[in-house]
């Protein structure tokens, strides 16, 4: 008969150390929550990248179109407005309208561009695209 109260004092006593650790941890699990902004979702972001990520290095020849991939991850759809410019110079400006986690392939014009470095950002926020344009 002693063995079955010792086996029941065993499980009594992983009880309240489950619950001790429980509620211990439920403050920390709070702030952590807090600190996150109450998820643990990936933060919001926009990102700009090449379709063809060779083109980074290769180049596109100045004149043609340069297809750029715009993605959206904002939680909302989102209204972008773009420019296209080389040496302070504007080349081409857009806008488009993005779904929530969705892309769209904007194909941004080079007419007027010139060897050299052409830099393809999103207007009010620090995101851009560098593409190196060749001789046309």
């Known amino acids: 008969m002693p063995r079955i109260v010792g ?10 150390i489950a619950l001790a650790l ?16 109450g998820s643990f979702s990936p933060s919001p972001f926009t990102s700009l990248s090449l379709v063809v990520s060779s083109d980074a290095t290769s180049g596109i020849r100045a004149g043609a179109l340069v297809p750029v991939k715009l993605t959206n991850h904002m939680g909302r ?18 806008e488009n309208t993005v779904d929530n986690n969705r892309a769209v392939t904007i ?30």
Do not use: C
């Not at 296209?84 to 857009?94: D, H, M, N, R």
């Not at 941004?108 to 001789?135: H, W, Y």
């Open 7 to 16: 086996a029941r004092s065993s499980k009594l006593l992983l009880s309240l």
């Open 22 to 37: 429980l509620f211990g941890f439920t403050p920390i699990s709070r702030q952590l929550l807090k600190d996150v902004n």
């Open 77 to 94: 759809t989102e209204t972008y407005h773009w420019n296209a410019t080389q040496k302070g110079l504007l080349i081409s400006l857009g």
């Open 107 to 136: 194909l941004v014009p080079s007419q007027g561009a010139t060897a050299g470095k052409m830099s393809i950002s999103l207007v009010g926020v620090n995101v851009f695209v560098t593409v190196p344009m060749l001789k046309s």
